[in-house]
């Protein structure tokens, strides 16, 4: 494997290095909801100012922003004679793609096709093998076996993505299909394939931790009340792959969620970028 494939694919998964809630989880969150679209480029003492109003004291910004420096998410830039950072281009490519994700979540109707990804190793790539199976996993992939792969066909992209970084693409063959027969039910598959009780778990949370909120108030208000949310939102769509309701309980929470949120970025998000735009 070359050097550059480690940074490649680590920065399919760079969303998932801090837990959410986290200074650095929150410094990220900021950094692509807010920062990127208003040019990449930020103050630190402005960066200061917006976290302080998040409860993250001065010193824990400036450590969570040189840890991702060091990840490359960032990089020492100044403007105008102020001492700053700017979003590197390969992290600004992976916020781009997970922008698709966070605000875009996607659905499976019944019928909609599936991408099924079969693979056999070496066990002298015993490492690759578990960093693919890792990396499936993350973007939403299920395990039919330890060799074979499900994913909607939605998701196609993404896992070709993981395994051309991981340069394993000799070793695997992928299939799209519309048709699933498994010996059970589909709902009972879809439990073993995926971990919906986990995942169920974490749309809970995210609707325990958000009263359906007040209106915006002011754009400072607006951002104090949204970036947690996001924080916490924004793994979900990658760990909840969409699947139909005919693989889903009937008491599905992703349902709420998903509306919860999106009721939530109509209300805060325009407005609170106001507050960090000025």
């Not at 480029?41 to 060091?70: C, N, Q």
């Not at 939102?233 to 693989?247: A, F, K």
Request: net charge negative; proline share 7%; with cysteine.
């Amino acid at each position: 494997m070359t050097n550059s494939a480690p940074s490649t694919a680590g920065a399919i998964l760079d969303d998932f290095d801090s837990r959410p809630g986290s200074a650095t989880s929150l410094v990220r969150t900021v950094l692509g909801a807010y920062v990127r679209p208003l040019g990449g480029w930020f103050a630190i003492a402005d960066f200061v100012v917006w976290m302080d109003a998040l409860g993250v004291p001065p010193e824990s910004t400036r450590i969570a922003v040189t840890r991702l420096k060091k990840k490359g998410v960032v990089e020492s830039s100044s403007c105008q004679g102020r001492t700053g950072y700017r979003i590197t281009e390969q992290a600004d490519a992976m916020f781009a793609r997970g922008d698709g994700r966070i605000f875009g979540f996607r659905r499976m109707s019944d019928g909609d096709p599936f991408r099924l990804i079969s693979f056999t190793i070496p066990e002298t790539q015993r490492a690759a093998r578990h960093q693919l199976r890792r990396r499936l996993t993350s973007i939403g992939c299920g395990t039919v076996s330890p060799g074979l792969w499900i994913a909607p066909e939605y998701l196609a992209s993404e896992a070709a993505a993981v395994v051309e970084a991981l340069e394993l693409s000799q070793y695997v063959t992928t299939f799209a299909t519309s048709e699933v027969a498994p010996p059970g039910t589909l709902r009972e598959s879809a439990e073993q394939w995926w971990d919906l009780a986990g995942i169920a778990d974490r749309h809970r949370a995210f609707l325990a931790g958000y009263d359906g909120g007040s209106s915006a108030g002011s754009p400072r208000d607006a951002f104090v009340t949204f970036v947690p949310l996001l924080d916490e939102w924004r793994v979900i769509p990658y760990v909840d792959p969409g699947l139909p309701p005919s693989m889903t309980p009937e008491d599905w929470p992703g349902t709420r969620a998903v509306a919860t949120f999106e009721a939530a970025r109509e209300r805060y998000l325009e407005v609170s970028r106001e507050w960090v735009a000025d």
